[in-house]
């Protein structure tokens, strides 16, 4: 589970450098969704019982 984890704030940190040189507003849109969609991920697996079972 801590690899899915670690993949998905790898790329947040990637998806946050690149929002920060975007100079499009649709480039910066895009980025922003799928920033979104990382913390939902995120937030998912950081609820109590979303960890591995034994």
């Known amino acids: 589970m801590s ?5 998905l704030l790898l790329r947040k ?8 040189k975007a100079p ?12 979104e969609q990382i913390n939902t991920a995120l937030d998912f ?4 019982g979303a960890k591995e079972k034994p």
């Open 24 to 35: 499009a507003a649709e480039d910066r849109d895009k980025i922003e969704h799928q920033l």
């Open 45 to 48: 697996l950081d609820r109590p």
């Open 3 to 7: 690899t899915v984890i670690e993949n």
């Open 13 to 20: 940190q990637k998806l946050v450098e690149q929002l920060e």
